[in-house]
């Protein structure tokens, strides 16, 4: 089972408030799991990446929360600004096989409200 | 600077038409992927490549055609079998398993007129 499920599809919040995006998979020999910001009109770009053997990264304002056991993973912005405003994908690989493609979530389009 | 270049920016395709989306990399990376971006529909594969003169179908792959002569170049053509072409499309590399992070070009507009 290839998918990774990613919620919600849309997402408003005021300035400051801390958005979370929430992503499922089913795989359990995924071993990368990493995330994707894309404006209009722009290719995505790696924004935060986090392993199987760490609950938690943190870099700047993002943070991923990973559970392992639940099979489930989370974006946090912390005191999201209106410039966070964009499409979110998560993603999840695994080195098996030689293999390294991303299967990617649907995506949550976010808007930081002033 | 290290990068993905596709051209063009924006693509106008008459009905029966093949075009070609243009993918250059120099990162050196091994491999590469072509993508389409439908609105509400995410990112799905149409083809990616690992090594040169070598490359797989993705999930949507009928109606568009790779190939893979340099390690640089991963061009791809929309064909006339492809009947509903208007999207955007994303090109992507990658480098060995040990480093799985993609690095994406900027896009390709497709239109048809």
């Known amino acids: 089972q290839q998918q990774v499920k990613q919620s919600p599809q849309s997402l408003i919040v005021q300035k400051g408030g801390i958005p979370i995006i929430n992503c499922a998979y089913e795989?359990?020999?995924?071993?990368?799991f990493p995330w994707y910001q894309q404006f209009p009109g722009k290719g995505p770009a790696l924004l935060i990446a986090?392993?199987?053997?760490?609950s938690e990264k943190k870099e700047g304002r993002f943070t991923i929360s990973f559970n392992k056991s639940a099979k489930q993973f989370s974006l946090h912005i912390m005191d999201s600004q209106p410039g966070d405003s964009a499409t979110y994908f998560c993603?999840?690989?695994?080195?098996?096989?030689?293999?390294?493609?991303?299967?990617f979530g649907k995506g949550t389009k976010l808007s930081v409200i002033p | 600077d290290g990068g993905i270049t596709q051209s063009p920016k924006y693509l106008f395709r008459k009905e029966g038409q093949n075009v070609t989306l243009s993918c250059e990399q120099n990162?050196?990376?091994?491999?590469m992927y072509w993508y389409r971006q439908d609105p509400g529909q995410g990112l799905r594969l149409i083809y990616y490549?690992?090594?040169?003169?070598?490359?797989q179908k993705g999930d949507i792959a009928e109606g568009y055609s790779v190939s893979r002569e340099k390690k640089e170049s991963f061009p791809l053509t929309v064909t006339s079998a492809q009947k509903n072409p208007t999207a955007f499309y994303l090109c992507?590399?990658?480098?060995?398993?040990?480093?799985?992070?993609?690095?994406f070009g900027s896009g390709t507009r497709l239109t048809v007129v």
């Open positions: 490549s690992q090594i040169v003169n070598d490359f």
């Open positions: 993603a999840a690989s695994y080195s098996g096989a030689g293999s390294y493609q991303l299967t």
């Open positions: 990162l050196n990376h091994d491999a």
């Open positions: 986090i392993r199987p053997d760490v």
């Open positions: 992507a590399s990658s480098m060995s398993p040990e480093n799985y992070g993609y690095t």
């Open positions: 795989n359990t020999a995924f071993d990368y």
